[in-house]
């Protein structure tokens, strides 16, 4: 990520989508039911009132923590899914302003502006879809002794989301309740992925923007100047600025420095340019 990137990715950025955000604390476990489950490998786990407890990572990847892999097999993991991770960050980035509005859409129960948007979103990872499934790719690169395991475990977790979900639909006399839950099924995955790709860009972008300020050794003041140049340009940009606008930010950051903290910016930025 280069200086200018980490300029532009900020706390700032919108809070992600509503669509299959997992809890910030999953319910205690209790119950029989519970005490069975645990006692086996599974993804299937529920609360005091019986309902799935979320899960923070899609069922293909949580389920790669129940087993106990060599180095040289998470080495594979990880290419495919920073890979996935690549190409679902850049559309995330693009589509900030989209993001915003879905968020409102899924604040007001706004159903038709959520399929809208959602749907645009969905679209550009066609290309995603069309590799193949990512539990495809997970169990080509796992030792042959776990494929079955792995493959059970997620679609015991799709499975058993997908009947919670047919019978919530059902209940609420939704039209043809058993499409409509698969569709819910997937905006959830997808949902939850975006919820994902937004906290890595966060986190990255934060933690780098931190270390920027740190080497810039700025007064207080002067620092608070430039965390506000940041916001107002990530907010007015929907982080996808334009060459020419980035270099209108490094201008602006440059004017609002004093002499001694203009030269650590030039080395900075020389460092770290990309255009």
Do not use: C
Not at 40 to 64: I, K, M, N, S, W
Not at 66 to 90: C, M, N, P, S, Y
């Amino acid at each position: 990520m280069t200086l200018l990137t980490v300029l532009i990715v900020t706390t700032a950025m919108p809070l992600a989508p509503g669509v299959a955000q997992p809890a910030d604390e999953p319910p205690a476990l209790s119950g029989p039911k519970i005490e069975e489950e645990a006692s086996r490998a599974t993804l299937v786990r529920r609360g005091y009132d019986g309902a799935l407890e979320p899960l923070e990572a899609p069922p293909e990847v949580a389920a790669l923590d129940l087993f106990d892999l060599d180095d040289q097999t998470w080495e594979k993991i990880d290419v495919i899914l920073g890979e996935r991770a690549a190409v679902i960050d850049g559309v995330v980035v693009r589509n900030i302003l989209t993001l915003v509005e879905l968020q409102a859409a899924n604040a007001t129960g706004d159903a038709a502006s959520q399929r809208r948007l959602l749907g645009s979103i969905v679209d550009q990872l066609e290309g995603l879809r069309k590799s193949g499934r990512l539990v495809d790719k997970l169990a080509r690169v796992l030792p042959r002794e776990h494929v079955k395991a792995y493959r059970d475990l997620v679609r015991e977790r799709h499975t058993a989301r997908f009947e919670e979900l047919r019978v919530e639909l059902h209940s609420a006399r939704i039209e043809d309740a058993d499409h409509a839950a698969f569709k819910r099924l997937i905006a959830e995955a997808i949902g939850l992925e975006i919820k994902r790709s937004y906290d890595r860009i966060v986190e990255a972008g934060t933690s780098q923007l931190e270390e920027t300020l740190a080497a810039m050794e700025l007064d207080p003041e002067t620092e608070g100047e430039v965390r506000r140049l940041v916001q107002d340009f990530a907010q007015k940009t929907a982080l996808n600025p334009t060459a020419e606008q980035r270099r209108g930010l490094f201008a602006d950051i440059y004017r609002a420095l004093p002499p001694d903290a203009r030269r650590r910016l030039v080395n900075l930025y020389r460092d770290g340019s990309d255009d």
